[in-house]
């Protein structure tokens, strides 16, 4: 069955320094996302991104956030200077259309 | 503001025991509601996605039904297995972003 992977696992970097989390979404899916869940808390919207822009981003997404799809399978998001709240865990999610969501197992990033 | 609160936050059950969860909604306007579990340390998994006031789909021990405020995920006879977060969120009218609940912690005992 197709699955969205995302690598790394887990991420460990001091504060300050930049970070960029890989997903390779399911292959024939044209919107990609990026959600985050802080420990304890809910799943939030980061951003999504179709036909190679922005497409919607939330309040959370300020400018230390960007994303990016250098080529035809990967899909990026990087932190340009984390900060201790940064520490989350980060999903990836692909779909077909605006409808149902496939989810890849999260990279945890921790900010020392 | 769109919210999403589910209830209970937790709910232990006996092998075996069914029960309900519940998802209530606000939004301006519903494209759809999402059911996805999660197990710990692991990202949301795809359960069910409805549409309109009425609708219902099942799978397996599972049945989620909608009506214009909330939703409910049915659990029959469930097993240990079963044991998980369930995540309900909902997607508003022009939007592409899901807006999630806070989750109920299932734990099923043997």
């Known amino acids: 069955e197709p699955e969205v992977t995302q690598t790394p696992s887990h991420q460990v970097t001091q504060m300050g320094q930049e970070v960029i989390l890989r997903c390779v979404p399911i292959?024939?899916?044209?919107?990609f996302y990026w959600y985050r869940q802080i420990l304890g808390q809910k799943v939030e919207f980061l951003v999504s991104?179709?036909?190679?822009?922005?497409?919607?981003k939330s309040e959370i997404f300020d400018d230390q956030f960007s994303v990016e799809r250098p080529d035809g399978s990967n899909f990026t998001l990087k932190i340009r200077s984390t900060k201790l709240e940064d520490s989350a865990m980060y999903f990836c999610?692909?779909?077909?259309?605006?409808?149902?969501?496939?989810f890849g197992e999260g990279s945890r990033l921790t900010v020392l | 503001e769109d919210q999403v609160t589910q209830s209970p936050e937790a709910l232990r059950l006996q092998e075996g025991e069914s029960s309900s969860l519940n998802c209530s909604y606000t939004v301006s306007g519903l494209r759809g509601l999402f059911w996805y579990r999660q197990d710990p340390g692991k990202g949301p998994e795809f359960l069910f996605t409805l549409y309109s006031a009425g609708e219902e789909k099942e799978k397996e021990r599972l049945k989620a039904t909608l009506t214009k405020k909330e939703s409910f995920l049915h659990i029959t006879a469930p097993k240990p297995e079963d044991s998980a977060t369930y995540l309900c969120?909902?997607?508003?009218?022009?939007?592409?972003?899901?807006?999630f609940g806070q989750g109920t912690r299932l734990t099923i005992n043997p």
């Open positions: 991104f179709y036909n190679n822009e922005i497409s919607e």
């Open positions: 999610a692909s779909s077909v259309d605006t409808g149902e969501l496939f």
């Open positions: 969120a909902v997607q508003v009218r022009g939007a592409q972003k899901l807006v």
């Open positions: 292959s024939n899916h044209l919107y």
